[in-house]
């Protein structure tokens, strides 16, 4: 499973940015039976989950992230979006993409959000 993240860049506290995962190469119902998710990791920490977005329609964010960050999925651009707004210092990642198909877990390149002002 290919996953191209893209949309990361540099914004000031308060802004934001809206991330982008697809993937190409996945057919349709393929595409549906997959749960996807974002992930993030800050230097020095551990890589942790921020929102997922499962098969069955279900969706999940981390606490720090409830009410600013929105996950969505179109199945016919084969993209998983993740809409962060209000953005805050401590948002600063490397953000990846997450898929996970048949209990195996397949990663995006990493892609680097850094709130500053």
């Known amino acids: 499973v290919q996953l191209q993240a893209s949309g990361g860049g540099l914004v000031q506290p308060g802004g934001s940015l809206r991330l982008s995962c697809k993937a190409p190469r996945m057919i349709t119902s393929t595409f549906w039976a997959t749960d996807f998710g974002w992930y993030r990791q800050a230097p020095g920490k551990q890589r942790d989950m921020v929102a997922s977005?499962?098969?069955?329609?279900?969706?999940d964010y981390a606490d720090s992230v409830k009410g600013r960050f929105t996950i969505s999925r179109d199945s016919s651009k084969k993209t998983v979006s993740l809409q962060m707004d209000s953005l805050k210092t401590e948002d600063t990642a490397v953000y990846y993409c997450?898929?996970?198909?048949?209990?195996?877990?397949?990663w995006g390149e990493g892609t680097l959000v850094t709130v500053s002002s």
């Open positions: 997450h898929a996970r198909q048949s209990d195996i877990d397949y």
């Open positions: 977005a499962s098969r069955d329609g279900s969706k």
